[in-house]
């Protein structure tokens, strides 16, 4: 065998041992690296399950906050509505006593006679006493619900007449079953209605024809004038005419803010007006909406 023979098959073994070597070296790699992808696994997995754990504990403890806040907040509610409902119910019967005891004082051949100051002074004790759990809007129709009775109410330096005395029970009426609605519109047997509005819209038209500026227009003449309406005309009326109701009211409140004598009495009535305003432009008819919406 000559020398290049010898050292061909010498490279020819080293060779095949080379790559016997690299598949040796292969495998071992690769069977390292499957290792180390298992163990990666095995404690990704791991942590994926601690931080399972750790998010179903942190879950059920808001959770079970969450649970409990509930209760208590049904509990408060359930608390309220009980007193409410008592509330409203005590509001009603006291409204309805000072309209049966007018009524009570009638005489269908001779007419309608003024009541005493009892009544009033016994629904103003029960407004007072039940006010935490009435809305602000709804006590300004209780508080115009006081002011009208007074209209029925003999006193020492008027006696008020019988069309008067009858007008002042037909108005308490419609109040009174403008607040029972609303009392029903809040524990959702009247949804979607608000009769507030027209108890506020018979509230405007009796202030704007309540005073006597004759030089200013007051009482106001046209369509808004009271006369011997009843609430029912009246609150149709106003509706038909809104924005002139709400021109009245400005023009009242700003001839008192102009009244210098006795500018103190007349701020409450100037309150008054703008309370109404505000409201009116706060819950507008659906005439008004129509017309806002063109």
């Not at 209760?71 to 409204?95: G, T």
């Not at 002074?121 to 602000?136: H, I, N, P, R, S």
């Not at 505000?278 to 909406?289: E, F, G």
Request: charged fraction near 25%; proline fraction near 2%.
């Amino acid at each position: 065998m000559s020398i290049l023979e010898t050292v061909l098959l010498s490279l020819g073994g080293n060779a095949l041992l080379l790559t016997v070597l690299g598949l040796l070296a292969k495998s071992l790699l690769t069977n390292l690296l499957a290792k180390d992808i298992r163990r990666f696994e095995a404690e990704l997995k791991a942590r994926s399950d601690t931080a399972l754990e750790t998010l179903r504990a942190n879950y059920s403890r808001e959770l079970e906050i969450a649970r409990h806040e509930l209760e208590l907040e049904n509990s408060r509610m359930s608390i309220v509505f009980e007193h409410q409902r008592d509330s409203f119910k005590a509001v009603l019967v006291a409204m309805h006593q000072v309209i049966a005891a007018i009524l009570a004082h009638a005489d269908s051949g001779s007419g309608w006679y003024p009541i005493g100051e009892a009544e009033i002074d016994a629904f103003k004790a029960v407004t007072a006493q039940e006010g935490l759990f009435v809305e602000t809007r709804c006590q300004r129709i209780l508080d115009l619900f006081a002011s009208v009775s007074w209209y029925a109410v003999r006193t020492a330096d008027e006696d008020p007449d019988s069309e008067t005395v009858y007008r002042t029970y037909d108005h308490l009426k419609f109040l009174s079953r403008a607040v029972a609605d609303h009392f029903r519109s809040r524990v959702g047997l009247n949804a979607g209605c608000d009769p507030l509005r027209d108890a506020e819209l018979l509230g405007a038209c009796r202030l704007i024809n309540r005073f006597q500026f004759q030089l200013a227009g007051f009482p106001t003449t046209g369509v808004l004038a009271m006369g011997k309406k009843s609430a029912v005309e009246i609150v149709h009326l106003a509706t038909e005419n809104i924005e002139e109701l709400m021109r009245e009211l400005e023009r009242l409140r700003d001839h008192l803010r102009n009244r210098t004598k006795q500018a103190e009495f007349w701020f409450p009535v100037q309150i008054e007006a703008d309370q109404y305003l505000r409201s009116l432009a706060a819950h507008p008819n659906k005439a008004v909406r129509a017309a806002q919406t063109m």
